[in-house]
């Protein structure tokens, strides 16, 4: 079955989803080309998807124009409501994009405090399994996708398993993506979070002082690739909840760019096998950056090429206890930005930690920083 939208609000895609909903059948609810005033939350059931008819907008263009925003495009101005939440298996949106109406940028200014954008609920009403998210656009959102827990009731019962992200793109201002319980097989891929609304520097000392572009907590099996974010105070971020942390995470391609933290394993994150392909972080010459931050314990993190470039103190710093980090070509250029006196390592394990590095290319510290920090138990095969 496939329902057209012809009244451009919250209450007439509404109307749609509720139309498929109560026939017992599955499918489509296609939104044409057009603006979309968005009032009030709006809920996707089991079996339904919401697509668009995609989506074209002109970069760095702080205020919305009707003759240059083209495509079908939600507009959102009260910061209360949650515009999307999937409520049933096997449900999606794909192909259009939302705006956010923001206060002038200004000296001193902060993004409106918006609720998250899009959410997958695990409520009282039903569970949210092998939900997709798909070609999604979040110019300017100050929260961008949470897959959530109705209450702490429904949060012991049960949890979202299989939720796919494929071409989420956009500048969310605070958070991208949060995942709070996923313990079968999230998977997120080919994500670009990047300035698509504003390159003002006051908009970017923001995010790079405040935002989050992604936390993981607790999850099983999770599959990242061709995951990029920029300009962000925090890239990937692993910690915690009460049912524990994430496990045997899998990226593909993950590239942390212009961020002060690049991958963060926050203190109380505690065992399990993480597993990088390709890990790129660079934080240009941001107070306190480090490229890779592991506070957590008892992690064996693995990771086939890693490069890092301009951090202010470590390419990579281990720090809690009983962590194991493998590295097989590791490039690291310009750390320790700090400068004299401090001789901050390029790589460094902190005691009760160990590394060890296959092959490692260095140069640009300042000061005569040594390339490897040797308080834990470290090791290189071959330097270069």
Same mark, same amino acid.
């Given at each position: 079955?496939?329902?057209?939208?012809t009244?451009?609000?919250?209450?007439?895609?509404?109307?749609?989803?509720?139309?498929?909903?109560?026939?017992?059948?599955?499918g489509k609810?296609?939104?044409?080309?057009?603006?979309?005033?968005?009032?009030r939350?709006?809920?996707?059931?089991?079996?339904?998807?919401?697509?668009g008819?995609?989506y074209?907008?002109?970069?760095?263009t702080?205020?919305?124009s009707?003759?240059?925003?083209?495509?079908?495009?939600?507009?959102?101005?009260?910061i209360?409501?949650i515009?999307?939440?999937?409520e049933?298996?096997?449900?999606?949106i794909?192909?259009?994009?939302?705006?956010?109406?923001?206060?002038?940028?200004?000296?001193?200014?902060?993004?409106?405090?918006?609720?998250?954008?899009?959410?997958?609920?695990?409520?009282?009403?039903?569970?949210?399994?092998?939900?997709?998210?798909?070609?999604?656009?979040l110019?300017?959102?100050?929260?961008?996708v949470?897959?959530?827990?109705?209450?702490?009731?429904?949060?012991?019962?049960?949890?979202?398993?299989?939720?796919?992200?494929?071409?989420?793109?956009?500048?969310?201002?605070?958070?991208?993506?949060?995942?709070?319980?996923?313990?079968?097989?999230?998977?997120?891929?080919?994500?670009?979070?990047?300035?698509?609304?504003?390159?003002?520097?006051?908009?970017?000392d923001?995010t790079?002082?405040?935002?989050?572009?992604?936390?993981?907590?607790?999850?099983?099996?999770?599959?990242?690739?061709?995951?990029?974010?920029?300009?962000y105070?925090r890239?990937?971020?692993?910690?915690?909840?009460?049912?524990?942390?994430?496990?045997?995470?899998?990226?593909?391609?993950?590239?942390?760019?212009?961020?002060?933290?690049?991958?963060?394993?926050?203190k109380?994150?505690?065992?399990?096998?993480?597993?990088?392909?390709?890990?790129?972080?660079?934080?240009?010459?941001?107070?306190?950056?480090?490229g890779?931050?592991?506070?957590?314990?008892?992690?064996?993190?693995?990771?086939?090429?890693f490069?890092? @470039?301009?951090?202010?103190? =470590?390419? !990579?710093? +281990?720090?809690?206890?009983n962590?194991?980090?493998?590295?097989? %070509? $590791?490039? #690291?250029?310009?750390?320790?930005?700090?400068g004299?006196?401090?001789?901050?390592?390029?790589? @460094?394990?902190?005691?009760? =930690?160990? !590394?060890? +590095?296959?092959?490692?290319?260095?140069?640009?510290?300042?000061? %005569? $920083?040594? #390339?490897?920090g040797?308080?834990?138990?470290?090791?290189?095969?071959?330097?270069?």
């Amino acid at each position: 079955m496939e329902r057209v939208v012809t009244n451009h609000n919250s209450l007439g895609i509404q109307n749609e989803i509720n139309y498929i909903r109560s026939s017992g059948k599955i499918g489509k609810v296609f939104m044409p080309e057009g603006e979309y005033n968005i009032d009030r939350n709006i809920y996707l059931y089991r079996g339904i998807e919401l697509e668009g008819e995609g989506y074209s907008i002109p970069r760095w263009t702080e205020n919305f124009s009707s003759s240059a925003h083209k495509g079908t495009i939600w507009k959102v101005n009260n910061i209360n409501i949650i515009p999307i939440t999937f409520e049933g298996e096997f449900s999606k949106i794909n192909k259009f994009a939302i705006w956010h109406q923001h206060d002038p940028i200004h000296s001193g200014w902060r993004p409106r405090d918006y609720n998250w954008t899009i959410r997958v609920l695990r409520g009282h009403s039903g569970w949210s399994d092998d939900c997709y998210i798909g070609d999604i656009l979040l110019i300017n959102a100050t929260r961008g996708v949470y897959q959530d827990i109705e209450s702490a009731e429904v949060f012991e019962s049960g949890a979202i398993e299989r939720l796919t992200i494929d071409g989420l793109k956009g500048q969310c201002l605070k958070e991208g993506i949060r995942i709070r319980w996923s313990p079968d097989v999230l998977r997120v891929r080919n994500i670009h979070l990047w300035p698509y609304w504003s390159s003002d520097d006051v908009v970017l000392d923001y995010t790079k002082s405040n935002a989050t572009a992604c936390m993981i907590e607790r999850v099983d099996n999770p599959q990242f690739d061709n995951f990029f974010a920029i300009n962000y105070n925090r890239g990937l971020v692993f910690d915690k909840n009460s049912h524990g942390s994430c496990a045997r995470f899998q990226g593909g391609t993950i590239q942390i760019d212009g961020t002060r933290y690049g991958v963060v394993y926050e203190k109380g994150v505690i065992a399990g096998f993480h597993q990088y392909g390709v890990l790129c972080t660079q934080s240009g010459p941001m107070h306190g950056s480090i490229g890779v931050l592991i506070k957590s314990d008892g992690r064996d993190i693995r990771i086939n090429s890693f490069t890092n @470039e301009y951090s202010y103190f =470590n390419a !990579l710093r +281990i720090e809690g206890t009983n962590n194991t980090v493998s590295i097989g %070509d $590791a490039t #690291i250029r310009s750390w320790n930005l700090v400068g004299y006196p401090h001789k901050f390592p390029g790589l @460094e394990a902190c005691i009760g =930690n160990k !590394l060890h +590095i296959t092959t490692i290319k260095a140069r640009g510290q300042l000061n %005569d $920083a040594p #390339i490897v920090g040797w308080d834990g138990r470290t090791t290189v095969t071959k330097s270069l």
